[in-house]
């Protein structure tokens, strides 16, 4: 039995963790951590685990484009500063 379990509370990392994504909070609650983690390998899906599949592909590509766009950012926030230096130094020297 886990530890929270014992106790009858729900820690603030479960809060997170339903608040984030509801079915995996279930998953987790349900079946626990490290059978889900097991899940992920090709050969030990089930076929009653297809909306589980589905939630670790959405939430993969949810991260992947969480990262691209984050990229993205640092990219045009590097382009603007590198614009405005290059125009102050043509402005200083242009003179």
């Known amino acids: 039995m886990k530890?929270?379990?014992k106790k009858?509370?729900?820690s603030a990392t479960e809060v997170?963790?339903?608040l984030y994504c509801p079915y995996q909070w279930y998953y987790i609650k349900k079946y626990g951590?490290?059978?889900i983690n097991n899940l992920r390998e090709p050969?030990?899906?089930e076929e009653q685990?297809?909306?589980f599949k589905r939630g670790i592909d959405y939430h993969e590509k949810y991260y992947k484009d969480i990262v691209k766009l984050r990229y993205k950012r640092y990219a045009?926030?590097?382009g603007i500063v590198f614009l405005i230096l290059l125009i102050l130094f043509v402005m200083?020297?242009?003179r």
């Open 8 to 10: 009858g509370y729900i």
């Open 43 to 45: 050969s030990e899906r």
């Open 92 to 94: 200083r020297y242009v």
């Open 76 to 78: 045009i926030a590097f």
């Open 33 to 35: 951590l490290e059978y």
């Open 3 to 5: 530890k929270e379990e």
């Open 16 to 18: 997170n963790q339903f």
């Open 49 to 51: 685990f297809v909306n």
